[in-house]
C-alpha cells in the first residue's frame, strides 16, 4: 500500500508499527448543526481506506472524536437558551444518524472532548514541566511555539514567516489574554472561563481547553504515543495538525503519527460552500433527494485527495452509475433463481478467469493511495462482463447458477470494501411481522409452543427481536 504522506509530500509505502495491525486517528466535527457534505468526506473516504485495509486483512483501530465544547457549540446555546450540552448530544446523536445513512462503520472509539478533559490538564501539566507552555496573567497558558524546533515541519512553513502573518492578525481582533504573551505564534492550551460559558477547575484557572489539546490527548489515551496514520481535511494541516504535532512531540518525546493523510475540499458547483452563497448542503439535505448510498458512491468517484465539485448534474450521474451496478447485481440474484443447474461452462469459467484478473486491479488501483476513482472504474467492468454474459434471457442461453453467483459475490464483496451496499436486501415489512406475531399469539394460545418458538426464531433470522411484556408484544429490529 503506497500513501500520500503530507508529512514527507510523496507518496511512501505504509509500514505499520505493529505488523498486521494500524492506529488510526481522524478529526472528526465539531457539533453545533447537522453535518454538511463536506464534512461527509473525510468520513467517506478515511471510512473507506479501513475497510480497504480491513479487507487486506489488517486489524484497524479507528479513533474518531467529535469536537463538544467550542465557540460555535455555545453560540448555538446560548440562541436556544439552552446548555452546550444539549446542543453537542443532539448533534452527536444526529451526525451518528448520518454516518448510518452514509454506511460510515462507528469508529472503534468516538471520544467526546468535554469527557477527557483530566487528560488535557495532565498534558498541559507535562508540558509546562518540560517548559513548552506559559501561563499569562489572565490564566491563559500558551505553547511556547518557537521552542519546538520542527514547528512547521507538516505544512511546509517557515516559522519567521509565519510571524509576521499572525502579528497583523492578532492586533486586528485584540485577542483577549495576550497580555503577557511571549510571542505572536504562541497558541492557547487553556483559556479562562467567560459568563454563561461551560468550564472545568484547573491548576491556572477555572476555563476550558483549546481546541488543539483534545487530539493530542485522545490520540495518545486511545491509540498511544506513536501512531500510524492521522488523517483529516487538507484544511487541517494548518494550524491544527502542525499544533497538534508540536504538543506531542514535546509532551511524548516520540513522533506523533508517521502518516499524515488529508483530503481534498469539496466545492458546489465550482465554489467554496458558504452558508452566505447560499450554496450550503446538509447530508440531511441531500437525503431529501437521494439515498445516501449516492453520495458516498459520488464522494468516491474521486481520488480522496483531489478537490471534488459538487452539483445536480454530477449527483445525478453518480445515482446512473450506482443504479447499472445495482442493476447488475440484480439480474444476477434473478439467475441465481432461475438459471442453469450443473458446472459452469468453458466460456464462463474464462469470463471468471477475467473477473479476478479485476480483482487483482482492483487491489492494485486501491494500493496506490486508495484510488478510488479506478476501483470503481474496475466495478463497472466487472458489470460489462456480467452484463455481455448475462444480456439474453437466461434460460435461453443457459447461463449457470454458480457462474451467477460466483460473479456477483464478486462485485458485491468489492463493493462492499467501498462501503457500497449493491445487493437489495428483501425488506421484512412491518405487516408481515405483525401477521406473525398474531399468528404465534395463536399457536401459545393453542399450547402449540413449537409453533410460537418457529416463528419467533423465523423473526429473528429477519433481524426482528419479540419481546413479551405485560402490554403484550413488542418488537424492535436489531
Ligand atoms: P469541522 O467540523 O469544520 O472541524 O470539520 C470536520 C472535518 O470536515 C474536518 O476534517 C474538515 O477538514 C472537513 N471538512 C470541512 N469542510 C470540508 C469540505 N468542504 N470539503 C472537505 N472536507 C471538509
Ligand atoms: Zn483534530
Known sequence: MKIYNTLSKRLEEFIPITPGKITMYVCGPTVYNLIHIGNARPMIVFDTFRRYMTYRGYEVNYVS?????????????NEEGT????ISERYIAECRKDMQGLNVLPATTHPQATKEIPEMIDMIRTLEDKGYAYKVPDGTVYYRTRKFTGYGKLSGKNIDDLESGHRSENHALKVSGTEGK?????????KPKK??????????????????????????????????????????????????????????????????????F????????????????????????????????????????SPLNFSDKLMESAK?????????????????????????TDAEREIIEEAKRQQERFNEVMDDDLNTADAISVIFDLVKLAN??????????GVTK????????????????????????????????????????EARKNKDFARADEIRDELLSKGIQLKDTREGVKWTRI
Open 266 to 305: 469539496l466545492n458546489i458547483d465550482n465554489q467554496k460552500m458558504s452558508k452566505s452563497l447560499g450554496n450550503f448542503f446538509t447530508v440531511r439535505d441531500i437525503a431529501e433527494h437521494y439515498d445516501l448510498q449516492v453520495l458516498r458512491f459520488f464522494m468516491l468517484s474521486a481520488q480522496y485527495r
Open 195 to 264: 459568563e454563561g460559558e461551560p468550564y472545568w477547575e484547573s491548576p491556572w484557572c477555572d476555563g476550558r481547553p483549546g481546541w488543539h489539546i483534545e487530539c493530542s490527548c485522545m490520540s495518545k489515551k486511545y491509540l498511544g504515543d506513536t501512531i500510524d496514520i492521522h488523517a483529516g481535511g487538507e484544511d487541517l494541516i494548518f494550524p491544527h495538525h502542525e499544533n497538534e504535532i508540536a504538543q506531542s512531540e514535546a509532551a511524548n518525546g516520540v513522533p506523533f503519527a508517521h502518516y499524515w493523510m488529508h483530503n481534498g
Open 83 to 86: 446548555d452546550s450540552s444539549v
Open 402 to 441: 454458480e457462474f451467477a453467483s460466483t460473479l456477483k459475490d464478486e462485485i458485491v464483496t468489492l463493493g462492499d470494501v467501498l462501503g457500497l451496499i449493491l445487493e437489495v436486501k428483501e425488506e421484512t415489512l412491518d405487516s408481515d411481522i405483525e401477521r406473525l406475531i398474531e399468528e404465534r399469539q
Open 182 to 190: 511571549e510571542d505572536d505564534l504562541d497558541f492557547v492550551l487553556w
Open 320 to 344: 446512473a452509475g450506482l443504479d447499472r451496478i445495482k442493476n447488475a447485481v440484480s439480474n444476477l440474484s434473478d439467475i441465481i433463481e432461475s438459471g442453469a443447474d450443473g458446472g459452469m
Open 388 to 397: 455481455t454474459a448475462t444480456k439474453s434471457d437466461s434460460a435461453e442461453n
Open 65 to 77: 472524536n467529535f469536537t463538544d465544547v467550542d465557540d460555535k457549540i455555545i453560540n448555538a446555546a
